[in-house]
Every structure is written in structure tokens, then in C-alpha cells.
């Protein structure tokens, strides 16, 4: 079945690193994405992973992918006020055409 | 280029009314895609059209329906509106049907009394 779980809240000082943790339960997952939504708005892509890597980086995100665990992670180094926001997961698959499964999100809150 | 637009930005209706969402999709984008966030929860997805066909479908009732124009915008009707109806709905747009490249639009929040 399709479900996606991530934890609902995370606090980190500003400077710290962030790391936002997902799992999944369908293993025929093409892509896996995470989104960032602020208050008010819609939602961001911020990077995706194909199913057959384990870690991509962009910048300060750094995503990893552990397969056989059907764990995802994000990790945002040197995380800034401006990062306070709710992070989702979502995956989908190949042979759903553009249907993305969203976790219910991890609300972020960077303290000065 | 233009993102992804949406209209009205809010909207408030009453039980057993009707609503119709529109979307703009972004310049160049062919498929559409149409989302319900209930708050704190994360986006479920209604359905997609892509050329003016709808392209896959979630699990929500026939009251939700969908079309898409020649100019690729779109629009979500719901009929019968039900409190639990009550969400932002988000839409998102992409280039022939490349899921890696959705672009979402922020929102039309609805509120059914």
C-alpha cells in the first residue's frame, strides 16, 4: 500500500543543521521529493532522488535514500530563520502518471 | 514566464452548494494536476489532465470533476460541498506528464458552513 510518515515537528538553533527524516511503504517508488510549504503558500520543490541513487546534494540540502529501509532524509546545513517552514515528503510512481503521495509534513521552526 | 495561478484565493460556501476552482497552468505546460490539503495534512491528489484528458484520478468521489481547456488551464468542480470539503486546493502544472518538474500554485483556500 501507499503511505508516506514523516515526524510532525523539529526545532533547531539557527546555524545548526536540520535533518528531516521519511519513510516509505511502497518499494516500487520511482522518484522521491521534498517540498517546502510557508504559511499561506503553496508548495516548493526543493529537490528529488531517483529510486536508484542514494544521496544527491544541492547547496546546503543534502538528500539520502536508503532503499532497503524505505528511509529518506533531508538535511539542510546551516539553517537559517528564513528555513521555518513544513517539509513534505512525497513519492510516486512510475506507472501513476504524475501522482505524487505526500507524508503529512514536518514543521520546522529555527530559533535565533 | 508566469507560474502557476489560481482563482479565488478564498472562498466560502454553504453545504450542498457548488464551487468551481480555476488554474492557469505555467507557460508551456501541458498537464495539470489537482490536490486537496485538509489542514495538517499533507496534499492528496484529486486527479490529472494532460491534453485535455483526464490522466489519472485519486480517491475522491465523481462530485469532484475536472476539465482542462486548449490553452491548458483548468478547473475543479465540486458539487454537493460537504464540511470535510473544507481545504486549500492546490493546483500544479508540468510538461507532458514529467511528475519530476511540478509546479504548484498557491492555492484557493475553500471554507463550507
Known amino acids: 500500500g501507499e503511505d508516506v510518515e514523516q515526524s510532525l515537528f523539529l526545532s533547531v538553533r539557527e546555524g545548526d543543521s536540520s535533518v528531516i527524516n521519511c519513510t516509505y511503504t511502497?518499494?516500487?517508488?520511482?522518484?522521491l521529493y521534498w517540498y517546502k510549504q510557508e504559511p499561506g503558500a503553496g508548495l516548493q520543490l526543493l529537490t528529488y532522488?531517483?529510486?536508484?541513487?542514494d544521496m544527491k546534494q544541492d547547496q546546503r540540502l543534502t538528500v539520502l535514500l536508503n532503499k532497503k529501509d524505505k528511509h529518506l532524509s533531508l538535511r539542510i546545513a546551516d539553517t537559517q530563520t528564513g528555513d521555518s517552514a513544513i517539509y513534505f515528503c512525497?513519492?510516486?510512481?512510475?506507472?501513476?502518471?504524475?501522482?505524487?503521495?505526500f507524508g503529512q509534513g514536518t514543521e520546522l521552526s529555527v530559533k535565533p | 514566464e508566469t507560474g502557476v495561478t489560481q482563482s479565488p484565493t478564498h472562498l466560502i460556501k454553504t453545504r450542498g452548494q457548488q464551487v468551481t476552482l480555476r488554474c492557469s497552468s505555467q507557460s508551456g505546460h501541458n498537464t495539470v494536476s489537482w490536490y486537496q490539503q485538509a489542514l495538517g495534512q499533507g496534499p492528496q491528489f484529486i486527479f490529472q489532465y494532460y491534453r485535455e484528458e483526464e490522466n489519472g484520478r485519486g480517491n475522491f468521489p465523481p462530485r469532484f470533476s475536472g476539465l482542462q481547456f486548449p490553452n491548458y488551464s483548468s478547473e475543479l468542480n465540486v458539487n454537493a460541498l460537504e464540511l470535510d470539503d473544507s481545504a486549500l486546493y492546490l493546483c500544479a502544472s508540468s510538461l507532458e506528464r514529467d511528475y519530476n518538474e511540478q509546479f504548484f500554485g498557491p492555492g484557493t483556500r475553500l471554507t463550507v458552513l
Open positions: 532522488i531517483f529510486s536508484n541513487m
Open positions: 511502497d518499494s516500487s517508488s520511482t522518484y
Open positions: 512525497a513519492e510516486s510512481m512510475d506507472n501513476q502518471g504524475g501522482k505524487l503521495i
